[in-house]
């Protein structure tokens, strides 16, 4: 990842336009901060979300609340409580995808 050249910035999460993304179940949303071809994004998956799609993005997460499950599309599964985080690359050796039953509230730099 490459951050770019800009002034330092305070994010108040709260004041950020929310945008809402419809998984194959629940729903996420987004309120998300775009820094050159950095994305900052404050997520929130309702309960009983599970994504629409497998992603192949790299992305470095971070779980605020909640429970976050993610599958490899190898097959392999993980399960992300507060505090936990995984990192993941652009290479498209991981494509992953997410789901909760409970919610999640996360923290994402992609």
């Known amino acids: ?48 979300y599970l994504a629409d799609h497998w992603c192949d993005k790299g992305h470095i997460l971070y779980v605020l609340d909640g429970v976050l499950d993610t599958e490899l599309k190898d097959g392999r599964k993980f399960t992300l409580l507060p505090g936990m985080s995984y990192q993941v690359s652009d290479q498209g050796d991981a494509p992953h995808r997410s789901s909760t039953e409970v919610g999640a509230k996360l923290f994402i730099v992609d």
């Open 1 to 48: 990842m490459q951050i770019p050249n800009f002034p330092f910035t305070i994010t108040d999460w709260s004041a950020v336009v929310p945008s809402e993304h419809p998984g194959e179940t629940g729903k996420a949303i987004w309120r998300t901060l775009d820094v050159g071809n950095v994305r900052v994004r404050m997520v929130e998956y309702t309960p009983g």
